[in-house]
């Protein structure tokens, strides 16, 4: 019997910064036909991403046996394995610590601007904490600060550059704070690393698509 490759299904949501960070990485490495988008919605107690995810949270990957791998940095490694490549970030070595922790920035980027989204969706209008809100954002502009001052290369495609491009993309889409004004030097990298790195386009949630 010829080996069929493992098929792999993708609890996601096509607005997701960090399921569009999986998205491009299964493009850059050619895996992106074996792996099936299933919607999810977080919000849904009825969704079985709470049992495949307890934290409830997606990306969450799931393999042929159900198996479920997340967040999107282990799934990320994990893709490199079924590819049998190492490309995006090194398997050891000083230099994998020292991109490991830019991912987390690129990361961490996106999850203070998730959190002024929640504060901003889930509390009514008046009772929203403008401290807790500042707070979020001075991580946002303290984070873009680091990458204004080191850029990565944009003709270079690696765990880094797909987690910035994806935070970038996520705060022209959701505004947190309004970081065009700040960072010329990101301003100018962004369309540079899209040229280069196609599946940046290629995963652009559409306009119309809700939150
Ligand atoms: N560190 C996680 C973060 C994932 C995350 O926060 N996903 C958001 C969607 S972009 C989510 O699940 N939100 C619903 C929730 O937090 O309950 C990763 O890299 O996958």
């Known amino acids: 019997m010829p080996h069929q490759p493992e098929h792999f299904v993708l609890r996601s949501s096509l607005t997701s910064p960090f399921v569009r960070k999986v998205r491009m990485v299964a493009q850059v490495l050619g895996l992106q036909d074996r792996i ?3 919607p999810t919605d977080a919000a849904d107690p009825a969704d079985p991403l709470r049992t495949q995810n307890p934290l409830g949270k997606y990306p969450c990957l799931l393999r042929a046996d159900g198996t479920a791998i997340y967040d999107s940095s282990v799934i990320l490694e994990f893709l490199q394995e079924v590819a049998g490549t190492d490309r995006l ?22 999850d203070a601007g998730a959190q002024v989204i929640y504060e901003t969706r889930y509390h009514e209008d008046g009772t929203q904490s403008e ?3 500042d ?16 850029l990565p290369d944009p003709t270079h495609t690696d765990a880094v550059s797909i987690g910035l491009a994806c935070a970038l993309g996520f705060l022209d889409r959701r505004k947190p704070v309004a970081w065009r004004e700040h960072f010329p030097g990101l301003v100018a990298w962004l369309p540079r690393f899209a040229q280069h790195e196609p599946a940046f386009n290629q995963t652009r949630a559409p306009d119309t698509q809700p939150a």
């Open 89 to 110: 970030l090194p398997a050891r070595g000083v230099d994998r610590i020292a991109m490991l922790t830019r991912t987390r920035l690129a990361d961490g980027i996106i």
């Open 36 to 38: 099936t988008l299933v």
């Open 135 to 150: 707070y979020q954002r001075e991580k946002i502009l303290r984070a873009l600060s680091a990458f204004e001052s080191a």
């Open 131 to 133: 401290r807790w809100l």
